[in-house]
């Protein structure tokens, strides 16, 4: 079976693990005050063209999410975010067990508006019992979305103002970063959202690292005592280099991206095999995971040879389903999912 | 100004207080382990034909809701609520507060179905990644809904079922319970209630007391260490009687039941006057809170003499709105707005 | 039996009744914001001398507690206490159910001392894993204290100087505030505890009240978005009036004080009998709570007529016990008791 | 410099990166549903004659003791620790930021005792008002203690016997466990451990993994739905197969066993240096910390050369500190410190 049902199938990308090899016996600081976890954070500053950033370095998505939710927010206070969002589903129930409310709204691919959140807020603030629901605070994005979808330039602008009107963070999930920055059609790069947001991360983990997230704290309301809840939380690794480490290799002469790029070319490669069939796509993705709508016969001889996710039926013939390359995805494997596809 | 606007204006029935003043000097113990509490216990104990259901007294609804949830849940489980649930969106996420999502469903006229949470659960275990989406434990309903709603003896029977299946509470928020006992048309008694709900509170605040709601735990796992999670959340009243005797006195002899009566039929009176004018009703409603849809102009004449909760625009010209009567409500300020009601 | 156990076993000062038997079926607004809570609340800041001071009606004092300490500390923040403290030791957990840690030093005779916190809050920042521990960021200390003594104004200046030195809180618990204003030697007044805390309040439940504590915020900080908190954790009381009305009634012609005199006086009685009969007293304490040391023969004697609390066992003959009187407390009992203690 | 001041300055042991290396590129599922995951839980399974255990990998110390803690306790329940216990003083508030009271008693060589949890839980359930006072509900040890100390198996088996006497669970941290299993003078095992326990962890991160560690969770009655709370807390690794892979390299052969026996000889050498040169030890230690109480100037000296870590002022000559070995630890840097210790 050859697998495209997630992007976190290997290890890392294998210089990573050379590095590890090279440094393994020296002897550094614990939690994150060596000189690789320095050298990372000072390369991240860089290449946001953020000096004053804080920059931390945590092990997964969830724990990245609930820290800092938990760092920005009062007991009051709520995250809005889609529907979709990886922290209203998918992380049973991290951010409630912070003691926040995730303020869900109707996604649109993956998407809320600025003018949704507009819209939220200004109901909210004109409601004559606003202090009996939960106040609006904070606004969670994550892009490239859990379908794939990116935010546009002129979206994450938008949303910044109507933040700053209602004095709330805005918040960028970026477990897939990369996959998103070096998308066809992108027009992000990383001081847009360094500008944009008040906290977003680069994912490591599902491109091409072992493990790791690498959280930007532009905001200094943010940055104050963070690494008090980085303890707290459970997320301060003791061999904090690790972390230091793999994203020094990944960020300082390019990997992350060129790693990014080789996923989404792949992608795009499903996406086109699919749309020469005539499948339908359920969102229009331009990233590594691709959501094509199959007929139930195709779908189940695909099923003998490869792994993929099912994304739901969408009529009594037909379903979605998520095929999902990463860093270390083999041409070959695309290549002969692509003969398959034309030939079924 | 005359005021329809909620069901707690006024203090409480004089009788309360009468029995506070004869009582006020007796030397008791506290924090409910007194004689009034224990009297009221035993009698909502008979009410309820449920000898064995603990009984406990809080002072309102969202103290009420938060004690029983925080009591019954794990961290990773939430509560199935109609999204107008109560504490869906009026109680400044209390729930989350105590680490539990609430699950919300979409609502037909303030109320959920069997059926919804049947295709709820369904579909959550089916799920491969359940473990990483709250698992659904209880069903949280009002009833009346927070738009005067009522679930008959059939819904219940049917909500029940689907939560043996599904190992799930039945909590039954009644802070307007009288109110939907005392409704025509309803086919729900205590004993029903006792027999359908793991736990279910009767409302005291909006129904003729100065304050309080009785929670009876019907359910033994629910029962353990309860009056710690009170004392915890703050609910422990040092003079624990003043709610024991409350109670008593509004069951003893049914004037809690005359109180609900007298209020439903004083708001069926403005219903009947609203439907006799021609203005459609929001939702159907039997009991103490009625929702008619007012064209502008007739809205803005009556504001001028009366109090009434805004509810809602429904097109250019038209708003519903919320009028509300209680056990305080005099039937000349009703025959007043009746009568200006026609006259519009 | 006569009870001495505690200082909540009657309902209210019939003052406080009969206003409310006044008032009953006025319509106010609910959740605090009627007349009778904007009167009480301007009385309040004027005793208090503090016109730019928030003031808020909660229910019970363990209440009062979890709401300040929720709203003031972030995740990573504690409050130092001592380890007689009510929130230490007799809430059920209630403020570890927010999320924060009690900071215990040992107390002496109730108290702890700006030496102690001086020290403590010295090591901490010295410490260079300071991030791996809670942060102190709240002082919180009873006065009168659980056994009876009281803070003196340097006390209270030297505690603000440590909290300022170090930017922490100073949160007083007054649960039973009129006693220690009332009492004899006590050199400090409200305009003073508004000076020297950020946080405190005034209690009701033990003064006189039916229920009731009326929390003063003097820190700007501590203010925003009171309300949200007081609503989240259940306290928001529907019909706020009776929180207002009570403090109003006992606090604008100085019924207040005058019951405090009154219990205190009553104490100093029991406390001289003690002394003549040779009883050591556990702690020197000057308000309604008496601590003698009692021979088990006497103390078993005493116990035929008289409820009080065992307050440990000294040593193999000799028990301390608590004696407690109120603004309820009779002469006639106490006049009773002093000559039975003679006579013993 | 050479490093003594923990034992988690180097990486992994060069036999793991091997086997990361050697299946860096297989594809397998993700949290810990891989079957290396799979191998080591059967493995550790055996070693502990607990055919019945749940085994799960988690990253941290930390994460592990929150994440027990959260799903063994209900709201009201806490954990009776050594108040040096790491829970109590350094996890930033770890425990209490899920909701619980860490109820700390009197620490004797870092470890406390069956008769003292005995007298905690007699005194706590004679009290009259237990309700108002957090529940014992769990002990928590560590063994190796914070100090280098170690249980007996006479005193596990005291502490089994007073836990089921008060329902209550017990829990071992061993984050530094393999360091007690191998020193001199243990009578302890894997089966004792698993016997007595209700859940305890080998730790990895201490002992020669990159990180991790093992939770064996005995008792059934914490087993259920563990995993949903290992993702609510954020500790479910996405490739969850790097923790499977470590425990396996580590236990397959007895790797674990022979790095701590290494540690603890080092360690051993150290201490007879300093016995020899008379000075004193702060507690008796057989494992991998070791605690003399050194002169200031002899302290002075050796700072130049090693790190190490103070632990204290002893007098006003005199300061404790900590020599701490490790599975990396080389043979020459300790010989060279026993060297300049006897040349001091």
């Known amino acids: 079976m050859i697998r495209f049902n997630c992007d976190y199938s290997e290890g890392a990308h294998p210089r990573i693990l050379q590095r590890l090899q090279e440094t393994n016996l020296e002897q550094t600081a614990g939690y994150g005050e060596d000189p690789y976890c320095q050298q990372a954070r000072d390369l991240i500053r860089n290449l946001c063209q953020a000096p004053k950033a804080q920059v931390h370095f945590l092990v997964g998505g969830t724990q990245a999410n609930l820290t800092v939710i938990a760092a920005a927010l009062r007991p009051h206070q709520g995250a809005i975010a889609a529907d979709t969002g990886h ?12 003691g926040h409310k995730v303020l869900a709204l109707p996604n649109r691919d993956g998407k809320i508006t600025a003018e949704q959140v507009q819209a939220y807020c200004e109901a909210y603030w004109a409601d004559a019992t606003y202090e009996h629901m939960v106040q609006p605070k904070m606004v ?23 933040c700053d009107r209602y004095r709330m963070y805005l ?11 070096a998308a066809q059609g992108n027009d992000v790069d990383l001081p847009t959202l360094a500008q944009c947001c008040d906290a977003f991360y680069l994912g490591g983990t599902k491109q091409g690292a072992l493990f790791g997230e690498a959280v930007v704290l532009t ?11 980085i303890k707290q939380r459970g997320g301060m690794l003791a061999k904090g280099r690790l972390l230091g480490l793999q994203f020094l290799t990944l960020l300082e002469d390019g990997l992350y991206f060129a790693l990014s790029r080789h996923a989404d070319q792949l992608a795009m490669e499903i996406r086109r095999a699919c749309q020469e069939k005539g499948y339908p796509l359920l969102v229009e993705s331009t990233t590594n995971q691709q959501f094509p709508i ?9 099923q003998q040879k490869y792994e993929f996710s099912p994304w739901g039926r969408v009529d009594e013939t037909h379903q979605a389903v998520r095929f999902c390359t990463s860093w270390a995805t083999r041409e070959e494997d695309v290549q002969q999912l692509v003969a398959d596809i034309r030939a079924l």
């Not at 379908?147 to 938008?158: C, H, K, P, S, W």
């Open 219 to 229: 905001n200094p309301a943010l940055q104050e005592d963070f690494r008090y809840l």
């Open 171 to 181: 918040f960028l999930d970026g477990a897939r970063l990369g996959y998103g920055l």
């Open 294 to 302: 199959l007929p139930d016969g195709d779908l189940e001889k695909l």
């Open 87 to 98: 922290i209203n589903i998918h992380e049973s129930g991290a951010i409630e067990a912070t």
């Open 140 to 162: 969670y994005i994550s892009s490239p979305t859990e379908v794939g979808t990116l935010y546009t330039r002129e979206e994450l602008q938008a949303l910044r103002q109507v």
